[in-house]
């Protein structure tokens, strides 16, 4: 049995949770100890986020104890695992606490905001012989796994150029409103704009150069415009922007134009367009948070890792959004060389 705790219980914690009790239901063996940052009576409240309500209240809590404090839930529940869902200022400390003391961690995107924070996470992993997982979740969308075939498999050809696009409505149904907050979450760029920078990184590679403006009109670090030159010449072009009013449908929209083919990723769906047929790819419609929590519980049951979960990798993805950041902030191009780096 895997005893569990989650740490932040917002819209994502629900998320998680909603998740791990599915996941108990199909047969792992898992067990709900402690919840931290809300109480009994809370805890049946529903959330709305922009991908839809999370209702966590039908979940047996009989065995769970709620805290205010991580340190003290993790010094007395002493769980195999935690789930950390709280704000991205706070990922690095409740994560190195917990892999400190042996304990396996999931942690919510971006890795933190700074990449000395990811490498101290890393590193507290290393050294006590814990998991560390970050929830980058797109990595395991059904649509960008057969993206990501499509490119390495050159099932159309070669790459020509592609295009990230992510647009939001302001996010207002945040925790006293930290999100908006640069120094807390990195604004737009750091918060949104990196799904998509981690899916350059993790299905094309990392950038040889990039460039990138950003605004802010209405609220700190809103969108960011980014132009890629990989390694090898192609062209990739990714825009987001949180700024929309607040009737604005979230839209997320990926276009990668193929020697033979153009695909387009959008609402869930993978069409190829050819010169002579539209093919539209099936999927079994599972959520990416379901396919990351069951990733993660099975990383720890057979103490295995991938590439998928790398903290490497994302580690890479952190560094591309911070170097985009500076872009933006220095009016430059920034040059991309990990492997000095390294
Ligand atoms: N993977 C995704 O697509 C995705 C989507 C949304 C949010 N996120 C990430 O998830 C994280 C949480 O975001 P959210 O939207 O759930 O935010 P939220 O504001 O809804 O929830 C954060 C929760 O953390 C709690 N909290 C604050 N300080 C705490 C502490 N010291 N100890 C315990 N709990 C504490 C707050 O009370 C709140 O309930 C962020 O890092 C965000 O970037 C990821």
Known sequence: MLKYAIIGFGGLGRVHLSNLNRLSKEGYDLNLVAIC????????????LNLGDVDCSDIDISNCSFYD???????????????????????????????SHGINVFSEKPMALNVESCEEMIKASKNNNAFLMIGQCLRFDSSFVKLKEYVENKTFGKVNRAEFTRYSQTPLWTWNNWILKEDKSGGCIIDMHIHDVDLINWIF??????????TENKVEAEAIFT???????????SSADWSMPQKFPFEAKCLVNFEKATVVIKDNSVVVYTD???????FDGESYFYNEMKDFV??????????????????????????EVKSAKEKNTIYINMEEEK
């Open 298 to 323: 099975e990383c720890i049951t057979k103490k295995c890792t991938s590439e998928t979960t790398s903290t490497e990798s994302i580690l890479d993805t952190v560094k591309i959004v911070m170097a």
């Open 69 to 99: 404090d991580y340190k003290e839930l993790i010094d007395k529940e002493n769980p195999d695992f935690i789930v950390s869902a709280v704000p991205t200022y706070l990922h690095k400390e409740v994560a190195v606490y917990a892999l």
């Open 227 to 237: 132009q890629y030159e990989m390694k090898d010449g192609t062209l990739i072009l």
């Open 37 to 48: 940052g809300t109480t009994a009576e809370k805890f049946k409240e529903s959330v709305s």
């Open 205 to 214: 590679g990392t950038p040889k150069s990039i460039h990138s403006v950003m």
């Open 276 to 282: 002579n047929e539209v093919i539209e790819e099936t």
